[in-house]
């Protein structure tokens, strides 16, 4: 269970066996989980992180301002940093229904979490990242493995491999994390890029509203208190820890785990399991990923309340050895140097080592 390679379904050797019905596996397990009451809201745990959040940020504007023009405001950068991350891992809890039972209040807790206090657009990331727990990891279906400048596919590679960035993409893992530090500035552009767009966009001058006060507000008074100098390289430590924060949380769930072809047809149950990975750790990696470290659990139950994560995770272990059906877990440092190795491997042109066990297989069933 705990290997840091996602290993194959047993092999089709031995007498014939009877196809499983996958509907009706997942709906066991699905009974399991909501006998156990992992599923009930969480009210009391969420309502004291919404309360703590404008708390929070106007302690951090509190303590921006009066520490002043100085260079020790890079340390307030850092520390804005992780309250930003922090704060918008709350929003994901609410735009996956975690919080309310209201769709509704969902929704604006999410945009008023992500829009006026995080600065990401949420209708842009709603339809980014579902379309990611439809299909993740699916080639030409997933969009966290279609990004700009690292290729995740042989065939993405070969599209960008020339004589001038050859050495860079056969070379990609060791810009993985430095380019991780631009992600930040990534997401706020891709935000108001798509509220100003043509593309349907719910609530979309409410959007637009929050953004331009988050965004133009928090500019205004960086420059407003400090010089440019120092409003620059606070703005730049900043952005950049925030990126490379949100890019190391999310990293470790999916990269480096198999791929699944684009005409292939999963059950839900294998297609969430066998393509997340999950990383173990005390309380405190709990609190500092988000609970994204429990990702096989979150893809299954999306809305599963974020404390209930660790409680499920060995119920749904227990449940996958029994379907035979490969629970991967690894240490957080070991799934950076698998997400690493990996996107060398595809940048020096190798066919993807992690094909789907249950793809090379279906044909045995």
């Given at each position: 269970?705990?290997?840091?390679?996602?290993?194959?379904?047993?092999?089709?050797?031995?007498?014939?066996?009877?196809?499983?019905?996958?509907?009706?596996?997942?709906?066991?397990?699905?009974?399991?989980?909501?006998?156990?009451?992992?599923?009930?809201?969480?009210?009391?745990?969420?309502?004291?992180?919404l309360?703590?959040?404008?708390?929070?940020f106007?302690?951090?504007?509190?303590?921006?301002?009066?520490?002043?023009?100085?260079?020790?405001?890079?340390?307030?950068?850092?520390g804005?940093?992780?309250?930003?991350?922090?704060?918008?891992?709350?929003?994901?809890?609410?735009?996956?229904?975690?919080?309310?039972?209201?769709?509704?209040w969902?929704?604006?807790?999410?945009?008023?979490?992500?829009?006026?206090?995080?600065?990401?657009?949420?209708?842009w990331?709603?339809?980014?990242?579902?379309?990611?727990?439809?299909?993740?990891?699916?080639?030409?279906?997933?969009?966290?493995?279609?990004?700009?400048?690292?290729?995740?596919?042989?065939?993405q590679?070969?599209?960008?491999?020339?004589?001038?960035?050859?050495?860079?993409?056969?070379?990609?893992?060791?810009?993985?994390?430095?380019?991780?530090?631009?992600?930040?500035?990534?997401l706020?552009?891709?935000?108001?890029?798509?509220?100003?767009?043509?593309?349907?966009?719910?609530?979309?001058?409410?959007?637009?509203?929050?953004?331009?006060?988050?965004?133009?507000?928090?500019?205004?008074?960086?420059?407003?208190?400090?010089s440019?100098?120092?409003?620059?390289?606070?703005?730049?430590?900043?952005?950049?820890?925030?990126?490379?924060?949100?890019?190391?949380?999310?990293?470790?769930?999916?990269?480096?785990?198999?791929?699944?072809?684009?005409?292939?047809?999963?059950?839900?149950?294998?297609?969430?399991?066998?393509?997340?990975?999950?990383?173990?750790?005390?309380?405190?990696?709990?609190?500092?990923?988000?609970?994204?470290?429990?990702?096989?659990?979150?893809?299954?139950?999306?809305?599963?309340?974020?404390?209930?994560?660790?409680?499920?995770?060995?119920?749904?272990?227990?449940?996958?050895?029994?379907?035979?059906v490969?629970?991967?877990?690894?240490?957080?440092?070991?799934s950076?140097?698998?997400?690493?190795?990996?996107?060398?491997?595809?940048?020096?042109?190798?066919?993807?080592?992690?094909?789907?066990?249950l793809?090379?297989?279906?044909?045995?069933f």
């Amino acid at each position: 269970m705990a290997s840091d390679v996602p290993a194959s379904l047993p092999n089709s050797s031995g007498p014939p066996r009877s196809r499983p019905n996958p509907t009706s596996e997942f709906s066991e397990l699905a009974h399991r989980i909501q006998s156990s009451g992992l599923m009930h809201r969480r009210y009391t745990y969420y309502w004291a992180k919404l309360l703590a959040v404008p708390i929070a940020f106007g302690f951090a504007i509190t303590v921006f301002v009066l520490v002043g023009d100085t260079w020790w405001q890079l340390l307030v950068a850092a520390g804005l940093a992780v309250l930003f991350t922090q704060t918008a891992f709350l929003g994901h809890d609410a735009a996956h229904r975690q919080i309310f039972r209201s769709g509704r209040w969902n929704d604006w807790t999410s945009l008023v979490i992500g829009d006026l206090f995080v600065g990401m657009s949420y209708g842009w990331w709603q339809h980014k990242h579902t379309r990611h727990h439809a299909n993740p990891n699916k080639v030409d279906s997933d969009p966290d493995i279609e990004l700009p400048v690292i290729s995740f596919t042989p065939e993405q590679a070969a599209k960008r491999r020339n004589p001038v960035t050859e050495w860079a993409v056969a070379h990609q893992g060791a810009f993985f994390f430095p380019i991780l530090l631009l992600e930040g500035v990534s997401l706020h552009a891709s935000s108001v890029r798509r509220v100003f767009s043509r593309e349907h966009i719910d609530r979309r001058w409410v959007e637009i509203f929050f953004l331009l006060v988050r965004l133009g507000g928090y500019l205004t008074l960086v420059f407003l208190v400090l010089s440019p100098g120092i409003a620059f390289a606070f703005l730049g430590v900043q952005l950049g820890l925030f990126g490379l924060y949100m890019g190391v949380a999310f990293a470790p769930n999916h990269k480096g785990m198999p791929l699944v072809p684009r005409d292939a047809k999963l059950d839900f149950l294998r297609r969430q399991v066998l393509m997340s990975r999950n990383v173990r750790g005390s309380r405190f990696l709990d609190v500092a990923l988000g609970g994204l470290n429990y990702q096989i659990e979150h893809h299954l139950f999306p809305s599963m309340p974020r404390p209930h994560l660790r409680r499920a995770a060995p119920i749904i272990a227990a449940y996958c050895r029994e379907r035979g059906v490969t629970y991967t877990q690894t240490g957080l440092f070991e799934s950076y140097g698998i997400v690493l190795r990996y996107i060398n491997r595809v940048g020096l042109g190798q066919s993807d080592p992690f094909a789907c066990p249950l793809v090379a297989q279906r044909s045995s069933f």
